[in-house]
Structures are given as C-alpha cells and as structure tokens.
C-alpha cells in the first residue's frame, strides 16, 4: 500500500524557517509526482508546490514564490519542502499527496495523501 509520511512541522517566529519531509513508501519518486498542499482552519485546502516524477521540474503557488523550494532525495525516497521567510497566514496543516498529474495543472490528480504536519507561525 502507498504511504506517505510528513514530518517536520512545528512552531515558528514570523519570517523564520521550517523544513518538512515526506517519506513515501511502495513507490519510487520516479513513477508519481509529489505535492505539497495545506488547509488552514476554515478554508479550503491549496495547492503549495509539487515536483514532477520524470524530470524534477518544480512548480509553486505563487504566494510561495521566493520564499519555498521544493526538492527530492530519490536515494531516501523522500521529498522535502523548504519554508523560508515564513508569515502567519503560511500557518495550516501540511499534507503532501502522489499522483500522476498534468503539469500544466499540477494542483489536480493526486489519489494518495498523507497525514499532514502543522504548521504555526506566530509570535
């Protein structure tokens, strides 16, 4: 059975640093790409950042941009995703998902998901 295991959450200052991890498990990061997504309290869950299985290419929301990197260790079937910068509406639970999606609209396709990891960024 696929599974994914995020961790690496936690509490943090407005613009410190996070880094999170998904372990997947009964696949290889080569076969589905991977995204990171979160749901604050109240709102609808939103696409982050997602790496694609074939070539690494990253893609992100754009309220992310400059301040996330997402990045893969093919080696410790893990993806990681690098939270800098961060401000309290970054705060939500964390989940990252598999699937094979379409790129151009990487925010769509995923049929499996994690646990999630929260994340809170208050002063």
């Known amino acids: 059975q696929v599974q994914l295991v995020e961790s690496g959450g936690g509490l943090v200052q407005p613009g410190g640093s996070l880094r999170l991890s998904c372990v997947v498990s009964r696949f290889t990061l080569d076969y589905y790409a991977i995204g990171w997504f979160r749901q604050a309290p109240g709102k609808e869950r939103e696409g982050v950042s997602c790496?694609?299985?074939?070539?690494?290419?990253?893609y992100y929301d754009d309220s992310v941009k400059g301040r996330f990197t997402i990045s893969r260790d093919k080696a410790k079937n893990t993806v990681y995703l690098q939270m800098n910068s961060l401000k309290p509406e970054d705060t939500a639970v964390y989940y990252c998902a598999a699937g094979i999606i379409a790129t151009m609209n990487w925010k769509l396709g995923y049929d499996y998901w994690g646990q999630g990891t929260q994340v809170t960024v208050s002063s």
């Open positions: 790496i694609s299985s074939s070539d690494g290419s990253t």
